[in-house]
């Protein structure tokens, strides 16, 4: 039970019935080691922490693991705001979980897809300010993750010998980002830095993501959560109903439109996924991954 722990750890050094927090546990037993829910009883933030080692890498049950913390957070009126952090030294996350769509059965794909969009509509829309805690790579999905938030801090490169990335790199491995993630990232960093990063499948290291507006702040490696939750606390003071209304004038169009799309989404992805020449690619892919390691 160290969801419960955490939460409970944290919940009575800040005195949390004093701030009118509960104290149950945030995550049900089978969400329970991949993400970790704890709130601070002082502050009223909370974080959500990934825990699937050793990537974070996104399959069915930890886009599903993720939702339920999010809904689970936003449930208490009193919670204003939200940091996405990682429990792995160096990976925020590794996108999607490359073996949910390498031979895939057609029903888990389906439900898979369906939990990631899940994520888009959860995170992208929350009614909670939300932080990304970035202390490590953050490509593709990953880096979908950190583009929900309202503001990404990353850890600085500065120094580092192996710098992390963040960007959209599916290009790279002959496949498309769908349509919904590529407006996020237009609306993000802007459409020629965009379009020049799609094509690419550019991975940026840190200070060229703060350059172009990938992210928004860099921090030595040990600041990074400390700092997110500083932000949150900040956020988290902004009257409420006008943080959301601000957030929906740029958001709610996208939102709306994958709502109205979904299952053609699905259905594109799965005809994409599925196709002989992209299980090839991927293939490949999940043997260079494992070939690196050897
Ligand atoms: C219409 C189609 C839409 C498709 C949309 C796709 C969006 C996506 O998210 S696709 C996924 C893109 N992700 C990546 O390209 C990242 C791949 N991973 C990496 O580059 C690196 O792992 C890392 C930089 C994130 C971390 O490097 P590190 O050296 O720390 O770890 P590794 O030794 O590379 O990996 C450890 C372990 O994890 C496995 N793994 C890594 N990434 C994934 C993944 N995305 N899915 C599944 N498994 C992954 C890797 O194979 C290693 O496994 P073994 O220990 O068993 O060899």
Not at 119 to 144: K, N, V
């Amino acid at each position: 039970m160290l969801v419960a722990t955490l939460s409970k750890r944290l919940l009575r050094v800040g005195q949390a019935k004093r701030c009118g927090l509960s104290l149950r546990s945030f995550s049900d037993a089978k969400d329970k080691d991949l993400v970790l829910t704890s709130i601070d009883g002082d502050t009223g933030v909370a974080t959500i922490t990934m825990n699937q080692a050793p990537v974070n890498s996104l399959s069915l049950e930890m886009c599903q693991a993720i939702t339920t913390a999010i809904k689970e957070v936003e449930s208490q009126p009193e919670i204003q705001s939200l940091v996405l952090a990682s429990s792995l030294p160096g990976v925020f996350c590794a996108g999607l979980d490359i073996t949910e769509l390498h031979k895939p059965d057609e029903k888990r794909l389906t439900d898979f897809w369906h939990s990631f969009q899940q994520i888009y509509f959860d995170l992208y829309g929350s009614r909670l300010a939300t932080i990304a805690a970035i202390a490590g790579h953050a490509p593709a999905a990953g880096c979908m993750l950190a583009l929900s938030c309202d503001y990404r801090i990353m850890v600085s490169g500065a120094g580092s010998k192996k710098p992390s990335t963040i960007g959209l790199n599916e290009t790279k491995l002959g496949i498309v980002a769908p349509s919904w993630l590529g407006y996020q990232y237009i609306d993000t960093i802007g459409q020629r830095q965009a379009e020049l990063g799609l094509s690419l499948g550019l991975l940026h290291q840190p200070e060229q993501a703060l350059a172009i507006g990938l992210v928004d702040e860099l921090v030595p490696r040990e600041e990074v959560l400390s700092r997110a939750q500083a932000e949150a606390v900040k956020w988290g003071k902004i009257p409420a109903k006008a943080r959301l209304a601000s957030k929906m004038l740029a958001r709610k169009a996208r939102l709306d439109h994958l709502a109205a799309t979904r299952k053609e989404d699905n259905d594109f992805f799965r005809s994409f996924v599925t196709n002989e020449t992209a299980q090839k690619i991927i293939d490949g892919y999940l043997q260079s991954l494992s070939k690196k390691k050897s």
